[in-house]
């Protein structure tokens, strides 16, 4: 059983962009969430999607938003990229059930010069 | 508001010592409680659920403790190798079917020779 995927692993960006993470959830797993960790700061939940919609969401601005497709795939994005951006995003699955197990992708490593 | 501590931020033990991390929680209603393990530049991976009934759990040389009146749960790691050197990360499920998950900053674990 293949594991949550993310794409693309590393990407620089520079202030004012945009940026388009992908992560692709385990076969049958519907829920998927969406992490930035920091330094010092662990892990922050940004949102969860479940069947298409967002069920949860975390404390960030409105520059950080997210979607799921059909298939369970889910994209985030983050516009106007600011220099505190640079983190880990880490994004991770869910199997059934309120004590479902999170599976975690390895994480897409954000620059942001 | 929910909160999750752990202590202590940061361990250096020698290879084949024992170690307990601990976990103190304010989450309520509570659902489960997790422990993962984070090696660098890698996602979380899971080692130990337990709910509310549950107050010890293993997985090869690590053993969880949770006891649900204190809010307080332990990890201990026994005859530690230099592979247990990682970021280990409580984290607590919030009941009330909110599915809400709130992450603790971890304690870094380094096992040296």
Redesign the interface.
């Known amino acids: 059983k293949a594991g949550?995927t993310q794409t693309p692993r590393y990407l620089i960006k520079t202030r004012g962009q945009q940026v388009t993470l992908s992560c692709s959830p385990i076969s049958g797993h519907r829920?998927v969430?969406w992490?930035q960790q920091t330094p010092?700061?662990?892990?922050?939940?940004l949102f969860?999607y479940f069947s298409e919609t967002q069920?949860?969401k975390g404390n960030f601005p409105g520059r950080f938003s997210g979607r799921q497709f059909s298939n369970s795939r889910s994209e985030m994005n983050v516009s106007t990229l600011e220099l505190g951006d640079s983190a880990?995003y880490?994004c991770?699955s869910r199997s059934q059930g309120?004590?479902g197990?999170?599976?975690?992708?390895?994480?897409s490593?954000l620059t942001v010069l | 508001k929910n909160q999750v501590e752990q202590s202590p931020q940061s361990l250096i033990i020698l290879e084949g010592k024992n170690c307990t991390l601990q976990c103190n929680y304010t989450v309520s209603p509570f659902?489960?409680l997790?422990w993962?393990k984070q090696d660098t530049?890698?996602?979380?991976?899971?080692l130990t659920?337990m709910?509310f009934s549950e107050n010890t759990k293993s997985n090869g040389r690590y053993t969880a403790t949770l006891d649900a009146d204190t809010k307080q749960s332990s990890l201990h790691i026994t005859a530690s190798q230099l592979s247990d050197s990682a970021s280990y990360?409580c984290?607590v499920?919030e009941?009330g079917?909110?599915?809400?998950?709130t992450?603790?900053?971890?304690t870094q674990l380094k096992v040296e020779l």
């Open positions: 949550v829920s969430s992490y010092g700061q662990g892990l922050q939940f969860e069920r949860n880990l880490l991770a309120d004590t197990e999170l599976f975690f992708g390895e994480g490593r | 659902s489960n997790r993962y530049g890698r996602g979380p991976v899971s659920i709910t990360i984290v499920s009941g079917g909110g599915n809400k998950l992450f603790g900053t971890g």
